[in-house]
Every structure is written in structure tokens, then in C-alpha cells.
């Protein structure tokens, strides 16, 4: 039998394979192109299922090399940015739609590079907290700590940004309207999840929250349990949410036939 570690590894596998499948399936089906919050969630997929398979490796054959340890520690403590991009990229796809009522691009585009910053500081201050030498623990620390700091600020801001959404939501197209709700919901499991980044990179060595070795049972209620619901919902929405090109076709459409209509009752009139 399993230790309880090892055990939520082959738990996260279990979740994050069809979730990987379905992401895919979801950004296969909505375009590519400009498709930004799936993308991330297929990217956190493949992050969880790195550190999970690594974790199993691990206890199952007794192997804890320098390299596995640094792989499941940096793949288990870079899964917020992936949320928080997702959720930009769902309120970008929200805005837009909802033209003059709707925040312009540039509001999102600063708080992309700062997520993907974080993103990148976060990776950089795990891989200094696993070395050896006290200076470069000090190092990542500090790094850790400056990029909770950074994920609480997205965090907030997009709060803001669903929660306007929600507000002007006569506004919102009919077939993104799911997901604005979508972003809504997802905000207080996404913050439990953010207060459990928060208390990892600013935990104390020994403690439930101690970066190399975080309980398993708050890992699991406060990471994993979270990130599950926020990913279905995600997942849920994407499913429900037609494909963004063919309805701006539609909607271009639609467009030509009023234009249509309207010179044919023109020419009625004229020939009155």
C-alpha cells in the first residue's frame, strides 16, 4: 500500500490524464488561435502529471535523485501562474466580446507579462530553494516570496475584472455569458488556492506549509481539492462555449443580411 504522498500522486494522475485529454480536445475545438486560458490549463495538466509520475517513481522504486526531487518540487510549486493565466485568458475572450462596455487589451497585456514573470521567478526561486548551499536557499526564498507577492496582485486584479464582467453582463455575447459565470465561481476556490502559495512561500522549515516537504493533507485539500474543482469548472465551460471564430463568422453574417435587408427595402422605397 501506498504512503500518503505517493497516494495523491497517483490521485493527481488519475484527475490531470483525462483532464489533459479534455483541455486538448477543448483547445483542438475552439481554435488555436487567441485560445490563451485552455492552453494553460493543458499546461498545468502536463505539469501535475510530471511531478505526479516523478512523486510514484520516487516511492516505488526507492530512487530519490537530486534531479526527481528538483523536477516534483518545481512542477508541484509552479501551478498557480497556469490558473491565473487560464483565468486571463477567459477574461480577455469576455471583453472583447463586450466591445465599448468591455476593458480594452491593454489593460489585460501588463497583467499577462507580469503572470508570466511570476511564472518564471517562481521556477527560478524552487530551483535555488532544492540546492544545498544556505545563500542560494536565501536566494530562493526571496524569489519565492516576490512572486506570491506577484500572483496575490493578479490575483486581485482579475477579481476585479470578473466581478465587472458579472455587473455589465447584459452586455457580455449570449454564448460567452457561461463563461463569465464560469470566471466568477472559479474566484474562491482559485483563492484558497492563492492563501496556500502565500503560506508555502512564506512558511517556516518544520511547518505544515515547509516548501520541501508541505503536508500532504493540506497539499491535498488546499492545492489539489482546489485546483480539481477550478479546472472542471474551467473545463465545464470550454465544453458548453462555442467555438470563438465561427461566431464572429455568424455575427459577420448577420451583419451582411441586415446590410442586405436594408438595401432591398431602400430600393423598395425608391421605387415607391
Known sequence: ??????????????????AFLSSAFILHKQGFARQQGWFYLLA???????????????????????????TAIITSAVGTAPLLLALLGFQERVNEGMEH???????????????????VISIVGGVYETHASASDQRTGKKLMD???????????????????????????LVDEKRLAHACVVALPFLCVRIVYTLCVVFGTRGS????????VWVQAFMQFLMEVVVVAIFVLAGVTTPKHVKREMQEGAVKEDAGDEGVELGETVGQG
Open 1 to 18: 500500500m501506498l504512503a500518503p504522498k505517493p497516494s495523491l500522486a497517483a490521485t493527481e494522475l488519475a484527475f490531470y490524464i483525462p
Open 208 to 215: 505544515v506549509f515547509d516548501f520541501r516537504n508541505v503536508n
Open 146 to 172: 516576490a512572486a506570491g507577492i506577484l500572483f496575490l496582485t493578479i490575483y486581485l486584479a482579475l477579481c476585479g475584472s470578473a466581478i465587472r464582467a458579472l455587473v455589465e453582463l447584459r452586455w457580455v
Open 44 to 70: 498545468l495538466s502536463i505539469l501535475r502529471l510530471i511531478g505526479a509520475a516523478c512523486t510514484l517513481y520516487m516511492a516505488t522504486q526507492n530512487d530519490f535523485s537530486a534531479s526527481l526531487l528538483e
Open 101 to 119: 462596455k468591455g476593458l480594452s487589451s491593454d489593460v489585460f497585456r501588463p497583467i499577462h507579462l507580469i503572470a508570466l514573470t511570476a511564472l
